[in-house]
């Protein structure tokens, strides 16, 4: 029997082939390669069409590379193929070139004759063509379709399998990337996002480099928020015109892939050597934050419609890991914020009237026994040294730090220069500071602290530090006093308070540095304040 | 004798200022009130020379007090005494159009002078400090109004409070801005609630004049 039917023996050899295939590419250039043998044709090949039947893919056997290379292009659908495309039907023929439908090769061609074509089916739609020609010994038979349509049938189970298995390992692949993501960016609140997203873009589509970008709006610039791989550095951080591109694009929530004829407008600034690039829009609680953008090199494969649906939703799930991870950071900071409003509000209402009526009490004593005022005094000092400390504390607790706020700058300035001291700094501020110190005073005020503590820093070698800021309507006056060296030991001291000075006269005002009586120096920066023009 | 009614929530701070005020030859406290409720009826009928109160009440705003004390009875000068700092302290007394503000440090005669002074009808608050109160205030709710513009476009002053709040820092009360105004006296306070509600919400002000509300 089987030497009888020879050909249904190379068929079902043919069918183990192809079925034993599971990764989508290798299965269709099995089917090309065993549809070659099966009927003893010279060349074959496999068309996979889009949804709108245009030629998608196409995959050849039989014709040398140099030969395919020479010739430039790869079919496009018209003619005999587009017939087939369109009939759906086998299509035999003895002499390629004499049918009406012909269109003729392009140069270089090899001559073609006898052909065959049969159409390649799934659950009744048409996925492509098995295109063979130049059989070798006279034209196809009805026996060479009959084989053919066979192993067309048993292709179209492999494709099947094959699409199937690849979604189950694309969703298998997204949802481990997105794992990822998720415990990276929920396992600390300081987590870079983007470039958490970046990273794992960038092993999920094979993509050589990774960038988010952003805008402040719809055609405004484009700026490079985070890049990761290849040329990264060169890109991030950079800021582009808005132009037409598949990245502004995706801004504007269409996603998108350059072209594949490489004539498309090369989005980044600087020559990143890019093959394709596919750009996605980044939603991230209902707003619009930005592009997703995956490029690989050239030289290495296009990116696919499959790589922009998976990269679509990678970026649709991801955005709700980060607005996850974001309104985590929120609360936290919510309720540090309100915790610290709580302390300050507790200082105030208890501590402080505490303290203040304990004075009270002791300051009633001492004026009922003179004999013991003196000491009494002492810790009423102290008592009022605690409230003032207690108000710094309070104002530093409202967080809500207005950048505009003098006060708040100068804490900062203390807070920032205090691991240079040995012990942090005491603030007292005096008077309305912020009322009073505006504009170029208030950023003087500002330079001045900084330059005192740097100064007592970098020569006094103190103790303590103690800084007093006060504010009247006629004048503003900086003390900063240290218990170190004092100015004999050292010259450069002086030197270092020349701007300090400059800073003064500008405003009409003076600097004096002193040394203490007690030992450590004394630093008195005043300067008269101007009557406000009203506004 | 200079008499002195004292609005204050701290009993132990009542208590000592009491202490010290009666110790002082020619002041006496003729009164006290822990809380803002029934404070302005005590007031008219005890009818002291200066009244002395924190803002920070717990039972409402002390700066509505203070505003309805100087309207009801624009005769009694009224003295903020605050644990707050100098900054908000001036803002509260420019508001609650007070003749100044004590803040509440133990040490010195500070609290004792500022009553005599306040009491021989002088103004500690100046001219100065009210513009700079009121440019400040402005310039804060115009920044809370960009700031939160989609959030909460109720930030932005009206022209009526914009209007209220130039007469507040001029130091007239409720009842001088309605003559003013043309409006009833009534009407005036609901602005100035308004006013006092809207500048609270922007930060830096809350404390000063909204601060008892963050405990509520």
């Known amino acids: 029997m089987a030497e009888a039917q020879p050909g249904l023996r190379s068929l079902w050899e043919a069918s183990l082939l192809v079925t034993g295939e599971l990764d989508l590419s290798n299965v269709l250039r099995q089917i090309a390669e065993s549809a070659l043998t099966l009927v003893d044709a010279q060349y074959g090949a496999l068309g996979v069409i889009d949804p709108e039947g245009q030629l998608e893919q196409f995959i050849h056997v039989g014709m040398p590379d140099e030969l395919v ?80 349509k066979e192993l067309a049938t048993a292709a179209a189970t492999a494709i099947n399998n094959a699409r199937l298995y690849g979604e189950a390992r694309r969703a298998q692949q997204l949802s481990a990337a997105l794992g990822e993501v998720s415990s990276a960016l929920l396992a600390s609140p300081d987590t870079d996002a983007f470039g958490v997203l970046a990273q794992s873009v960038a092993s999920l589509t094979g993509a050589q480099l990774v960038s988010v970008v952003v805008s402040e709006a719809v055609g405004s610039k484009l700026h490079v928020e985070t890049a990761r791989g290849e040329g990264a550095s060169t890109i991030e951080g950079t800021t582009m015109p808005w132009t037409d591109s598949v990245v502004s694009r995706a801004m504007k929530g269409q996603p998108g892939i350059t072209p594949m004829d490489g004539k498309a407008p090369a989005p980044f600034i600087g020559d990143v050597p890019s093959a394709s690039i596919m750009a996605v829009p980044l939603v991230i609680s209902g707003d619009r934050v930005g592009a997703l953008c995956a490029t690989r090199s050239a030289g290495e494969s296009l990116f696919t419609k499959g790589d922009l649906e998976l990269l679509t939703e990678f970026a649709t799930q991801a955005g709700l890991a980060v607005a996850l991870a974001w309104s985590q950071v929120d609360r936290q900071r919510l309720e540090m914020v309100e915790e610290r409003a709580r302390i300050a509000r507790d200082l105030h209402d208890n501590v402080i009237q505490r303290l203040f009526g304990t004075g009270l009490g002791l300051q009633a004593l001492a004026s009922a026994r003179p004999a013991q ?38 804490l900062e300035v203390v807070s920032e220069l205090s691991p240079r001291l040995s012990t942090i700094p005491r603030l007292i501020f005096i008077g309305p500071v912020d009322l009073i110190l505006e504009g170029a005073l208030a950023d003087d005020a500002v330079a001045v602290l900084r330059e005192s503590l740097t100064n007592v820093a970098r020569h006094a070698h103190a103790e303590t530090v103690s800084v007093e800021i006060n504010a009247a309507e006629t004048q503003v006056s900086i003390t900063v006093e240290d218990d170190g060296l004092g100015l004999s030991s050292s010259l450069s001291r002086r030197s270092g308070t020349k701007n300090l000075s400059a800073r003064a006269r500008a405003h009409g005002g003076d600097f004096q540095l002193t040394s203490r009586s007690s030992g450590g120096t004394r630093a008195h920066w005043y300067a008269p304040v101007n009557a406000q023009r009203l506004a | 004798m200079t008499r002195v009614f004292l609005v204050d929530d701290h009993e132990i701070v009542r208590r000592g200022i009491t202490q010290l005020i009666n110790a002082e030859p020619g002041l006496e406290v003729v009164g006290e009130s822990a809380t803002a409720r029934g404070a302005l009826a005590r007031i008219t009928a005890t009818l002291p020379d200066v009244a002395v109160l924190d803002v920070h009440l717990p039972d409402g705003n002390g700066i509505e007090l203070c505003r309805q004390i100087r309207s009801a009875h624009p005769e009694i000068p009224c003295l903020i005494l605050t644990a707050y700092d100098d900054d908000a302290a001036s803002i509260a007394a420019v508001v609650a159009g007070a003749s100044g503000y004590v803040l509440k440090n133990v040490q010195g005669r500070h609290l004792v002078e500022s009553i005599l002074q306040v009491s021989q009808g002088k103004t ?40 209220v709040l130039a007469l507040i820092t001029e130091g007239l009360t409720n009842r001088q801005i309605g003559q003013r105004l043309n409006l009833k006296e009534k009407t005036v306070k609901n602005y100035v609630s308004g006013l006092l509600a809207k500048l609270g919400m922007t930060c830096r002000t809350q404390v000063a004049v909204y601060g008892a509300r963050l405990s509520t």
């Open chain 2, 124 to 163: 500690l608050v100046t001219r100065e400090l009210s513009n700079r109160v009121r440019s400040s205030l402005t310039k804060q709710t115009q920044a809370a109004s960009q700031e939160h513009s989609s959030r909460d476009p109720q930030v932005k002053l009206t022209l009526r409070e914009t209007q």
């Open chain 1, 69 to 148: 290379a020479q010739i430039g292009h790869l079919p496009e659908g018209h003619g005999v193929l587009g017939a087939v495309i369109d009939t759906s039907c086998p299509i035999r023929l003895t002499d390629l070139n004499k049918d009406p439908r012909a269109v003729g090769f392009p140069k270089h061609h090899p001559p073609m004759d006898t052909f065959l074509g049969v159409p390649i089916e799934i659950r009744g739609e048409t996925f492509g063509n098995l295109y063979l020609t130049n059989r070798s010994g006279g034209p196809f038979t009805q026996e060479d379709e009959e084989l053919v």
């Open chain 1, 373 to 410: 005022a003196a000491s009494l005094e002492t810790h009423v000092t102290q008592i009022d040294a605690a409230i003032a400390d207690i108000r710094t504390a309070i104002f530093a607790l409202q967080t809500q730090a207005a950048t505009q706020n003098v006060r708040h700058r100068l």
